[in-house]
């Protein structure tokens, strides 16, 4: 939800921040990112640094500068797990760390995370199917055998809310999509594929996670123009 949340804000900030100024703000919200050690949230930010850079809501120097900085972050990455190592009471996480970073050289996933997700998926998966249209009813998939519930929000919607459920997440997305937020289109597309990729990850967009709300309220408003316009990296009528 950490890293979620620092790609959500960053995009919109980028509402109200120059562009010589996005690179920079990106990379220390790729620091953020990191720190969370969410697999999620990092290939999300990967996908971002390209898919921005596409449609030019940050310059080409990016792939250079970010290759840059995330060579000498490896380099920093031994010392680390020998510190994790040398600290006994960080056993059991320090294991559930290293298998998370172990994932971005050998793509297995074998840590505690990755079984409980298998394992609602498959069950929720189940519950949709043997209630496709409307679902199992709301919070079903809150008092289920499994600890935790389905860790992935369309999964979720189909479960308890079958076939309209579905719908739901459809049309929420589509209100990202066709929105007219930000005046740089590119920002407008990275929010609602940014929504789209992390739904497969997180259940908690509707419920604790209430910034989504707020942001479906915000995105939905169609301003023809940016509601802070930019002239020159200073916001129009100041000097």
């Known amino acids: 939800m950490a890293g979620e949340a620092i790609l959500h804000v960053f995009l919109l900030a980028c509402a109200v921040t120059a562009l010589r100024y996005r690179l920079p703000l990106?990379?220390?919200?790729?620091?953020?990112?990191?720190?969370?050690?969410s697999r999620s949230s990092i290939i999300a930010w990967v996908l971002l640094l390209f898919m921005l850079v596409f449609k030019k809501?940050?310059?080409?120097?990016?792939?250079?500068?970010?290759?840059?900085?995330?060579?000498?972050?490896?380099?920093?990455v031994g010392?680390?797990?020998?510190?994790?190592?040398?600290?006994?009471?960080?056993?059991?996480?320090?294991?559930?760390l290293l298998?998370?970073?172990?994932?971005?050289?050998?793509?297995t996933?074998?840590?505690?995370?990755?079984?409980?997700?298998a394992d609602v998926i498959r069950a929720s998966w189940e519950m949709f199917l043997q209630n496709p249209i409307f679902?199992?009813?709301?919070?079903?998939?809150?008092?289920?055998?499994?600890?935790?519930?389905t860790h992935n929000q369309l999964l979720l919607l189909a479960a308890e809310y079958g076939i309209f459920g579905i719908g739901l997440w459809a049309w929420l997305l589509v209100i990202l999509w066709k929105g007219c937020f930000f005046d740089d289109r590119g920002?407008?597309?990275?929010?609602?594929?940014?929504?789209?990729f992390m739904s497969l990850f997180t259940h908690l967009m509707f419920d604790s996670a209430t910034y989504w709300l707020a942001t479906f309220a915000l995105i939905s408003v169609r301003y023809k123009t940016s509601p802070i316009p930019w002239t020159n990296g200073l916001p129009q009528g100041h000097s």
């Open 26 to 37: 990106f990379l220390l919200a790729g620091a953020g990112v990191m720190a969370t050690f």
């Open 57 to 76: 809501t940050l310059p080409k120097s990016a792939f250079v500068t970010t290759a840059i900085v995330f060579g000498i972050s490896l380099a920093f």
């Open 79 to 96: 010392q680390f797990e020998s510190y994790l190592h040398s600290r006994q009471e960080f056993e059991d996480a320090s294991n559930n």
């Open 99 to 107: 298998s998370r970073l172990n994932f971005f050289s050998s793509f």
């Open 109 to 117: 996933f074998d840590d505690d995370s990755s079984e409980e997700r």
């Open 135 to 149: 679902g199992a009813g709301a919070g079903a998939t809150q008092y289920w055998a499994h600890r935790g519930s």
């Open 187 to 196: 920002l407008q597309l990275a929010l609602a594929c940014i929504f789209a």
